[in-house]
């Protein structure tokens, strides 16, 4: 069956086939030749700190295992013995000198190969080719500032080539200060019942939503009133940010996409404890130096990195989306903050990430509501064939003169979704990155002719 991708994404007219978030065929394409071809987040540096430190995690439904080497490299297995299929570690993370089979007990060193097969005389009498039976090996593991990521293609470009602008983006939250990020406490892990695209898209794109879903949260957390919004008579309801901003953007290039709005104020997010606030009105100056004004004060907004991690500035979450089937996403939420913060403010990041972003917490019931409710109405036969509206800001993209790289637009707008869609369109049809690159390169160039 021959699929038309542009016809389930028309970037051009913004329009996007619901069937995208419910065929059993396009995931199993996905896990192929996006899961199989993108770079992946797998774990933070301290999570690991030490030889033999090991976390394990995914890449799309793969289970995989990340682990410190002996001369201090990182490589990541695939978490499943060659025997037949066992998962070798079961562990959530920890510090082994191997990974022995709970089945028969082959065992497998931290370098993947195998080390020990029981009874291996007499079980193979002629002999087992040992050195070809290691863990198999993800293709390429690379860093960046503290994030491990991986990639199972040889012919993906380089992590760097990858992320483009949004690394300019993600620098925002690993390069505050000096000694880079920590992940804080352990992983939350929950199972939402939606496409793993619906959750990913909405932190590309989506800050509309903002506006209505989390219309209670706004009310009764908003920011005190300050004298601007006592003169215009605003009474006690602080104006939100999206009236008070001088500015906003939203990039959307290459599948990623960011959000935020311009604020003069450190700690401008209403989310937070206020031992986080204060840190952040503490530590702004030394931010600032380091990433300006611009990226220093941008503690709200959105982000994106294709396809599956997610992250808010100041509300320290950092999570990715594992797809688990079509109709289901397990996510998992780290805390990642600044390792040179004190202790007790790391805490204060940990309970502010937990009390809005946590499996319970008051802007993820928001938002994981409509996400479940949106797959449910999709199981309707007439309502998977209605097209998708993703138009907002369509024409209005352009490349901005300050500094800020990449293609922007205003921050109500769904340019990083068409972008997100685009991208995931064309890994879908095409054999290889370059025609992926070079049909990114020429949607760019037609989005931006009007901008
Ligand atoms: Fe692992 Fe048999 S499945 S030792």
Same mark, same amino acid.
């Given at each position: 069956?021959?699929?038309?991708? /542009?016809?389930?994404?028309?970037?051009?007219?913004?329009?996007v086939?619901s069937?995208?978030?419910?065929?059993?065929?396009l995931?199993?394409?996905?896990? /192929?030749?996006?899961?199989?071809?993108?770079?992946l987040?797998? #774990?933070?540096v301290?999570?690991?700190?030490?030889?033999g430190?090991?976390?394990?995690?995914?890449?799309?439904?793969?289970?995989?295992i990340?682990?410190?080497?002996? /001369?201090?490299s990182?490589?990541?297995?695939?978490?499943?013995?060659?025997?037949?299929?066992?998962? %070798?570690?079961?562990a959530?993370?920890?510090?082994?000198?191997a990974?022995?089979?709970?089945?028969?007990?082959?065992s497998?060193?931290?370098d993947?190969?195998?080390v020990?097969v029981?009874?291996?005389?007499?079980?193979?009498?002629?002999?087992?080719?040992?050195?070809k039976?290691?863990?198999?090996?993800?293709?390429?593991?690379?860093e960046?500032?503290?994030? +491990?990521f991986?990639?199972w293609?040889?012919?993906?470009?380089?992590?760097?080539?990858?992320?483009?602008? +949004?690394?300019?983006?993600?620098?925002g939250?690993? /390069?505050?200060?000096?000694?880079?990020?920590?992940?804080?406490?352990? %992983?939350?892990?929950?199972?939402?019942?939606?496409?793993?695209?619906?959750?990913?898209e909405? &932190?590309?794109?989506?800050?509309?939503?903002a506006?209505?879903?989390?219309?209670?949260?706004?009310?009764?957390?908003?920011?005190?009133?300050?004298?601007?919004?006592?003169?215009?008579?605003?009474?006690?309801?602080?104006r939100?940010?999206?009236?008070?901003?001088?500015?906003?953007?939203?990039?959307?290039?290459?599948?990623?996409?960011?959000?935020?709005?311009?604020? *003069?104020?450190?700690?401008?997010?209403? =989310?937070?404890d206020?031992?986080?606030?204060?840190?952040?009105?503490?530590?702004?100056?030394?931010a600032?130096?380091?990433?300006?004004?611009?990226?220093?004060?941008?503690?709200?907004?959105?982000n994106?990195m &294709?396809?599956?991690?997610?992250?808010?500035?100041g509300?320290?979450?950092?999570?990715? =989306?594992?797809?688990?089937?079509?109709?289901?996403v397990? %996510?998992?939420?780290?805390? +990642?903050?600044?390792?040179d913060?004190p202790?007790? %403010?790391?805490?204060?990041?940990?309970?502010?990430?937990t009390?809005? &972003?946590?499996?319970?917490? &008051?802007?993820?019931q928001?938002?994981? *509501?409509?996400?479940v409710?949106?797959?449910?109405v999709?199981?309707?036969?007439? #309502?998977?064939?209605?097209?998708?509206?993703?138009?907002?800001?369509?024409?209005?993209?352009?490349?901005? *003169?300050?500094?800020?790289?990449?293609v922007?637009n205003?921050?109500?707008?769904?340019?990083?979704?068409?972008?997100?869609y685009?991208?995931?369109?064309?890994?879908?049809?095409c054999?290889?990155?370059?025609?992926?690159?070079e049909r990114s390169?020429?949607?760019?160039?037609?989005?931006?002719?009007?901008g």
């Open positions: 069956k021959v699929i038309d991708f /542009d016809a389930l994404v028309d970037a051009r007219t913004g329009r086939a069937s995208i978030y419910t065929d059993p065929e995931y199993d394409l996905e896990l /192929d030749r996006i899961f199989g071809r993108c770079w987040f797998l #774990a933070h301290s999570q690991i700190p030490k030889a430190h090991f976390f394990n995690t995914y890449m799309g439904e793969d289970p995989i990340v682990v410190r080497q002996k /001369d201090g990182i490589k990541a297995f695939l978490n499943q013995c060659r025997h037949r299929s066992m998962r %070798v570690s079961h959530d993370c920890g510090n082994t000198r990974f022995t089979c709970p089945y028969h007990g082959w497998y060193g931290t993947g190969s195998l020990d029981p009874l291996e005389q007499r079980a193979y009498p002629h002999g087992l080719c040992n050195e039976l290691g863990l198999q090996e993800v293709t390429r593991v690379a960046y500032k503290g994030l +491990i991986g990639n293609d040889p012919a993906a470009p380089s992590l760097e080539e990858y992320m483009g602008d +949004i690394a300019w983006y993600l620098d939250v690993l /390069d505050r200060r000096p000694g880079g990020t920590e992940i804080v406490g352990g %992983v939350q892990k929950w199972v939402i019942d939606c496409n793993w695209k619906l959750p990913a909405q &932190f590309a794109s989506d800050q509309y939503h506006l209505f879903s989390h219309a209670s949260a706004v009310q009764v957390l908003g920011a005190k009133a300050d004298d601007a919004d006592k003169a215009l008579g605003a009474g006690q309801t602080a939100p940010v999206w009236e008070t901003a001088k500015d906003a953007l939203q990039y959307g290039q290459a599948g990623h996409g960011s959000g935020f709005f311009f604020t *003069e104020k450190p700690d401008a997010n209403v =989310w937070v206020g031992m986080v606030s204060q840190y952040y009105r503490d530590t702004y100056p030394e600032a130096e380091r990433l300006g004004k611009v990226r220093a004060l941008r503690l709200a907004g959105h994106n &294709f396809p599956t991690m997610s992250w808010l500035n509300t320290a979450t950092l999570r990715v =989306w594992h797809p688990r089937g079509p109709n289901q397990e %996510v998992w939420a780290f805390c +990642i903050a600044d390792k913060a202790e007790d %403010v790391k805490q204060a990041f940990e309970r502010s990430a009390r809005a &972003f946590g499996p319970a917490g &008051f802007l993820e928001d938002d994981s *509501e409509n996400w409710e949106i797959q449910k999709l199981r309707g036969k007439r #309502a998977r064939q209605t097209k998708l509206i993703v138009e907002m800001g369509i024409g209005n993209e352009k490349l901005r *003169e300050d500094g800020i790289p990449g922007t205003y921050i109500f707008s769904e340019t990083a979704a068409r972008a997100m685009r991208r995931w369109a064309d890994l879908l049809a054999d290889t990155w370059a025609q992926v690159l390169k020429a949607y760019e160039e037609e989005v931006l002719k009007h």
